[in-house]
């Protein structure tokens, strides 16, 4: 093509390049040198310091019960004090090792906010699964055949030092992945939400059928919830590729939940009174459709999520469009001139 004096140069361009996936539209300016995502750390803290209450009492249990169940049941004697003392502790020492540790452990790391939200929700996981698999498979806290308050202490002891190792597990399993994946938050939540929300209809239901709940059926309730819910939560993580979704709206979901259980079971004990049953199955639905209508209203709020179009199938056009881009000539460099009217990708 020669070069006009004008260096204008006008042509109808023909350009096609395979077309995979479009790029993902920045969510905003690029953040400057060396800068450090911690916007998920006050709520790992925050959280995490719940859990070492939590872990420090399993621990105190698992340490202290049978002095406990020695020196203060029936009736105090001197010793007593003491093993109380010594409970206090170790929940205490839990509670400032929950906000100590992520603050020593992650200086001077990124910490974003799915990072937390995938420990805290590892963690939850993990407890529970150091709890409710051993009850399950056999554990027995409570003295079969004796009110349901007399606690087996060996037993206890036992099962609330697993529930404390499955708490630790949590946390490893959550910080591993937390360090090896790059999840949204929201996804993090939407999966969070399809476990919880599984295992507490899973609850609900079970122990709505049984005229008298005892502690095999308990076991057997807890364990298959337990299982329905690790079920929901691999289907979710099987299509977690798909799922693109924020927190805002997993917070109107588990609002719609929350309301239609509360509406379902109110309809129900009004429909049936005292009726267990009926009140738990009806709250249950309703926290389905609470969880579906909410899910559906919520639908156009977030129409700026495109972060894995849809590959293009067969041949997609451009509109004509002037283009402009420096040429060399020999030891000159002009600008060029062009006209697309024809341009796309296939």
């Given at each position: ?119 805290n929700r590892a963690t939850l996981i993990g407890a529970m699964h150091g709890y409710i698999v051993p009850f399950a498979a056999g554990l027995e ?15 206890v002891r036992t099962l609330a030092a697993l529930t404390f190792a499955g708490d630790l597990m949590g946390v490893g399993v959550g910080t591993y ?170």
């Amino acid at each position: 093509m020669g070069r006009l004096p004008s260096n204008l140069v006008l042509a109808a361009l023909v350009t096609f390049a395979p077309a995979r996936h479009a790029l993902a539209t920045p969510d905003g300016p690029a953040p400057p040198d060396g800068y450090l995502d911690r916007s998920g750390m006050s709520e790992l803290v925050a959280w995490q310091f719940v859990n070492g209450l939590f872990a420090g009492s399993t621990l105190a249990i698992a340490v202290t019960a049978g002095e406990l169940d020695e020196h203060c049941f029936p009736t105090e004697d001197d010793d007593c004090r003491s093993a109380e003392a010594r409970a206090a502790g170790i929940t205490l020492l839990g509670a400032a090792s929950g906000i100590a540790v992520p603050l020593l452990v992650t200086r001077g790391q990124p910490v974003r906010t799915a990072d937390a939200l995938l420990i805290n929700r590892a963690t939850l996981i993990g407890a529970m699964h150091g709890y409710i698999v051993p009850f399950a498979a056999g554990l027995e806290p409570f003295v079969p055949g004796v009110d349901v308050y007399t606690v087996n202490v060996d037993e206890v002891r036992t099962l609330a030092a697993l529930t404390f190792a499955g708490d630790l597990m949590g946390v490893g399993v959550g910080t591993y992945l937390a360090t090896h994946s790059n999840p949204a938050p929201g996804t993090v939540s939407f999966l969070g939400t399809i476990h919880s929300a599984t295992f507490l209809a899973g609850m609900s239901i079970g122990n709505s059928f049984p005229e008298h709940v005892d502690q095999d059926d308990q076991r057997l309730i807890a364990g298959l919830s337990l299982g329905a819910a690790d079920l929901g939560l691999g289907i979710g993580l099987l299509f977690a590729d798909r799922i693109d979704i924020g927190r805002n709206r997993v917070f109107w979901l588990d609002t719609g939940g929350v309301v239609g259980w509360l509406a379902g079971a109110g309809l129900g004990a009004a429909l049936a009174g005292d009726e267990e049953r009926v009140v738990s199955i009806s709250g249950t639905v309703g926290m389905a459709a609470g969880f579906v209508l909410a899910y559906r209203y919520t639908s156009g709020d977030e129409g700026w999520r495109r972060r894995r179009p849809a590959k293009v199938a067969g041949v997609e056009l451009d509109a004509p469009a002037i283009r402009i881009a420096p040429t060399r000539y020999g030891a000159d460099v002009a600008t060029q001139y062009s006209m697309d009217f024809l341009r796309g990708r296939f």
